[in-house]
C-alpha cells in the first residue's frame, strides 16, 4: 500500500470543488470553518497532517485481520477521531455518519477500496463500535 494514499497533493482548485461539494451536502459554515482553519497552516504543516492521516489509514489496514472491535484497531480509530480534529471538532453524530459514509457513499468507497477492498465496511464497523463506546 506503500503508493496509495487517501491524502494527496490538490490543486487550489480542487481543493475549493471538495468545499463547495461539502458545503452544499453538510453543514456550509462547519465546512467554511475547516477551510479557514486549513488555510492557516504553513504549507509544512499541511504536508505533515496529510502524512499523518495517510499513515493511519496505512496502519488500519495492517489490522484488518483483527476484530473491529480489538484494542489495536480501537486505538487506530481513536488516532483517527485526533487527527480530525485538525480540521473540525467532530462530534459522536459526525463520527457516525463519516464511518457511514466511507461504505456507503460512491465516492468515499472507491477512495477507501483503492486502499484495500473490504476497508469501507471495515472502516464503518470500527468507527460504529468506537462511536458506541463514547456514549
Known amino acids: 500500500m506503500s503508493k496509495k494514499q487517501v491524502f494527496g497533493d490538490l490543486s487550489p482548485e480542487q481543493e475549493q470543488a471538495y468545499a463547495d461539494e461539502a458545503a452544499r451536502r453538510w453543514d456550509a459554515e462547519k465546512v467554511r470553518e475547516s477551510n479557514r482553519l486549513w488555510k492557516s497552516y504553513s504549507a509544512e504543516k499541511k504536508q505533515q497532517i496529510k502524512d499523518e492521516g495517510n499513515a493511519i489509514y496505512t496502519e488500519i489496514v495492517a489490522v484488518m485481520d483483527q476484530d473491529a472491535g480489538s484494542a489495536a484497531v480501537q486505538a487506530?480509530?481513536?488516532?483517527?477521531?485526533?487527527?480530525?480534529?485538525?480540521?473540525?471538532?467532530?462530534?459522536?453524530?459526525?463520527?457516525?455518519?463519516?464511518?457511514?459514509?466511507?461504505?456507503?457513499?460512491?465516492?468515499?468507497?472507491?477512495?477507501?477500496?483503492?486502499?484495500?477492498?473490504?476497508?469501507?465496511?471495515?472502516?464503518?464497523?470500527?468507527?460504529?463500535?468506537?462511536?458506541d463506546a463514547l456514549a
Open 76 to 131: 487506530l480509530i481513536a488516532r483517527w477521531h485526533q487527527h480530525l480534529r485538525y480540521f473540525y471538532e467532530p462530534t459522536p453524530e459526525i463520527l457516525r455518519g463519516l464511518g457511514q459514509g466511507y461504505n456507503s457513499d460512491p465516492a468515499f468507497h472507491a477512495t477507501f477500496a483503492a486502499l484495500h477492498p473490504d476497508l469501507p465496511a471495515f472502516l464503518e464497523a470500527a468507527i460504529t463500535q468506537y462511536v
